[in-house]
């Protein structure tokens, strides 16, 4: 497990961008919430499937119900850290239409988040998703972390029956990038408290 960093209380939403039941990046966040430092919480956001298409004639009360519950969960959050296949050289298309329901309005938003990712594809594969992210994040006004942004290939076969990554590097990696974000959360309080 990862050392105390100061930072009470903090919380850190993983979010996966596949629909694919034991998929890889489900595996990468099953696992970083395994490696959560000691003072923070980790939640696995479960919704993807159930959001509605983006228009914005429904972005307005009430929310469509699966929307409610996504934003409910960003505004928890105090970060948030994303892994996701590429699909057709981009982001898959139901986790391009999350990203879309996070933007605009301060509601739930990413705007000013603290976020990270982790691109478990071997080979230096699904750049153009993480770029595509990098672009939709930026646009968001998300706070991009890039510490907290890491690639580690993940093979099929250190992934474990319990679903969990049995692997010292991924560990390393992963468990560097929540530090990371932890840390970027308690210097965001400082400068809060600052002004």
Same mark, same amino acid.
């Given at each position: 497990m990862a050392d105390k960093i100061s930072s009470p209380g903090c919380s850190i939403l993983l979010i996966g961008g596949s629909l694919r039941t034991n998929s890889v990046n489900a595996a990468v966040l099953q696992t970083a919430r395994t490696l959560i430092p000691a003072n923070a919480e980790a939640s696995i956001y479960a919704g993807l499937s159930d959001l509605p298409h983006f228009n914005p004639d429904l972005d307005r009360? !009430?929310?469509? *119900?699966?929307?409610? $519950?996504?934003?409910? *969960?960003? @505004? $928890?959050?105090?970060?948030?850290?994303? %892994? +996701?296949? *590429?699909?057709?050289? %981009?982001?898959?298309?139901?986790?391009?239409?999350?990203?879309?329901? +996070?933007?605009?309005?301060?509601?739930? %938003?990413?705007? @000013?988040? !603290?976020?990270g990712w982790v691109n478990p594809s071997a080979h230096g594969g699904a750049q153009g998703a993480y770029d595509a992210l990098h672009t939709v994040l930026t646009m968001a006004g998300a706070d991009i972390w890039p510490p907290a942004c890491v690639a580690v290939p993940v093979p099929r076969d250190v992934i474990g029956a319990d679903g969990l990554i049995a692997d010292a590097v991924f560990t390393n990696v992963v468990g560097g990038a929540l530090k990371a974000l932890v840390a970027r959360i308690a210097e965001r309080r400082r400068e809060s408290k600052a002004l």
């Open positions: 009360d !009430p929310l469509p *119900e699966a929307v409610g $519950r996504l934003r409910a *969960e960003l @505004r $928890r959050a105090d970060a948030v850290l994303f %892994s +996701t296949p *590429e699909y057709a050289g %981009s982001l898959p298309g139901s986790f391009k239409n999350l990203l879309d329901w +996070t933007i605009g309005g301060a509601d739930g %938003s990413l705007h @000013r988040v !603290p976020v």
